[in-house]
C-alpha cells in the first residue's frame, strides 16, 4: 500500500517569497505517479503539478517546481514568487497506474502575507 | 478539459432520511469512479471504487449498506447515504480517471458536496 506523508501543517510565506512544502512517501510499486493538489476555500481540487516516478527530470509548472527524489522518496514543491491566490490547503498525493485512486497525505495550509 | 459535474453543492438533511448525491463525467465515459469523504480541516480519505456494470468496491471500515454506490452508466455514478445521521456530516468528492492536455493519466474531481444532517 501506499503511503503519503506531509509533516508540515501549517507553512506560511511572504508574497513575492519563495517556500518549499516538504512530502515524502512510500510505495512499493515501481511504476507510479505522483501529485501536488491545491484545495481552496471553495475545496474544489486542483491539481497543481505531476511527476512520473520513471522520468529523471523535475516538472516545472510556471512558478511551481518539485525536487523529486526518487531513492529518498521525497517529493517537495517550490511555489516561486508566492501570490496571495496561492494561499490554499495543499494536498501531496501518490497513484499507481493504471485505473487507481490517489492516496493523499494530510496537507499543508500556506498562508500568504502581503 | 474534462468535466465532472457534481450535485448538489449543499444539502441539509433531518436524521433517518436518506440523501443522494450525483456525479457526472460531461464530455468523457468515466468506467471508474472514485469517491472521498473529508472532514474538516482533514484529508481526503477513499471511502470506495466504483465501477460502470458491477459492484463498488468499499474500503475497510466504510459500512456499504450506509453508502450505496450505483453507476448506472458510463456518465453517471451515485452515491446514496441511507439512514443519515449527524456523524455522516462530511464533505464528499467524486474524481475520475481522465487525460490531461498533455496525454497523461489524472483524475479529475467534481466541485464536491458538503452535506450536514441534523
Known amino acids: 500500500a501506499q503511503t503519503v506523508t506531509q509533516s508540515q501543517p501549517e507553512m506560511s510565506v511572504q508574497e513575492a517569497e519563495t517556500v518549499t512544502l516538504s512530502c515524502t512517501y512510500d510505495t512499493s510499486e515501481s511504476d507510479y505517479y505522483l501529485f501536488w493538489y491545491k484545495q481552496p476555500p471553495s475545496r474544489q481540487m486542483i491539481l497543481v503539478i505531476r511527476q512520473e516516478a520513471y522520468k529523471q527530470q523535475n516538472a516545472t509548472e510556471n512558478r511551481f517546481s518539485v525536487n523529486f527524489q526518487k531513492a529518498a522518496k521525497s517529493f517537495s514543491l517550490k511555489i516561486s514568487d508566492s501570490q496571495l491566490g496561492d494561499a490554499a490547503m495543499y494536498f501531496c498525493a501518490a497513484r499507481n497506474s493504471g485505473n487507481t485512486p490517489l492516496v493523499f497525505g494530510k496537507g499543508t495550509r500556506l498562508s500568504v502575507i502581503a | 478539459g474534462a468535466v465532472v459535474s457534481q450535485h448538489p453543492s449543499r444539502v441539509i438533511c433531518k436524521s433517518g432520511t436518506s440523501v443522494k448525491i450525483e456525479c457526472r463525467s460531461l464530455?468523457?465515459?468515466?468506467?471508474?469512479m472514485f469517491w472521498y469523504r473529508q472532514f474538516p480541516k482533514q484529508s481526503l480519505m477513499l471511502m470506495a471504487t466504483?465501477?460502470?456494470?458491477?459492484?463498488?468496491?468499499?474500503e475497510q471500515g466504510v459500512e456499504k449498506d450506509k453508502f450505496l454506490i450505483n453507476h448506472a452508466s458510463l456518465t453517471l455514478s451515485t452515491l446514496t447515504v441511507t439512514s443519515a445521521h449527524p456523524e455522516d456530516s462530511s464533505f464528499y468528492i467524486c474524481s475520475a480517471p481522465t487525460r490531461d492536455r498533455a496525454g497523461a493519466n489524472v483524475l479529475t474531481f467534481g466541485a464536491g458536496s458538503r452535506l450536514t444532517v441534523l
Open positions: 464530455d468523457f465515459q468515466a468506467t471508474t
Open positions: 466504483s465501477n460502470e456494470g458491477s459492484k463498488a468496491t468499499y
